[in-house]
């Protein structure tokens, strides 16, 4: 399996723009704590999450392709089933079979609410320090709030075993985690 540190590099030897790393190091965060949460493989989901969107770069117009080209990059770094759920992630635009396993749903909602948590913590005076999963509920029926956000891709959630408001608090803080390096941390 691929190390954190190699899948790491090449993330950024793929992907120059430091919204797709911030995406990245958050979803990586998010799948770290949901595999704690629910006594799975860290280091797998972590690099599952972290490596989701390698090719988003080069299939942003052509979505088509989205997660099996990075597929085709990851064949014999990772596990198969990890590999499934990078295929799955983006299901609906590139075809594959729909998500199954409970990776597969963990990787479509961690990697979906990053959107979600980032937003909300972007006009927040206090950035992510002390947001809660309530004001998340409440942007989620904001629909202009992070419009590109999928929130039934977030309440995928329960196919994990997760309630929304449990699952919420999850991704805060494990996004909070990491917020210095993510400029979401208080001045």
């Not at 540190?5 to 723009?17: P, R, V």
């Not at 090719?55 to 990890?82: C, F, I, Q, S, W």
């Not at 590109?148 to 985690?177: P, W, Y």
Request: some cysteine.
């Amino acid at each position: 399996m691929i190390t954190r540190e190699d899948g790491l590099a090449l993330l950024k030897a793929k992907n120059d723009e430091t919204n797709l790393i911030h995406h990245a190091l958050e979803s990586e965060a998010v799948m770290r704590g949901l595999a704690r949460t629910l006594g799975r493989d860290e280091e797998l989901w972590g690099l599952t999450g972290l490596l989701h969107d390698l090719d988003y770069a080069t299939t942003r117009e052509n979505h088509v392709r989205h997660g099996l080209d990075t597929v085709d990059m990851l064949g014999g770094k990772l596990p198969d089933d990890a590999l499934d759920a990078i295929r799955r992630h983006a299901a609906e635009m590139n075809g594959a079979e729909a998500p199954q396993s409970e990776l597969d749903f963990a990787l479509r909602c961690g990697e979906t609410v990053t959107g979600l948590v980032h937003a909300g913590a972007l006009v927040r005076p206090t950035k992510i320090d002390g947001m809660q999963p309530k004001s998340l509920k409440k942007k989620m029926k904001d629909k202009a709030f992070a419009a590109s956000v999928n929130r039934d891709c977030i309440r995928e959630c329960d196919r994990i075993g997760l309630e929304l408001g449990v699952f919420l608090q999850i991704a805060i803080d494990s996004v909070t985690s990491i917020a210095p390096e993510l400029g979401l941390a208080p001045e």
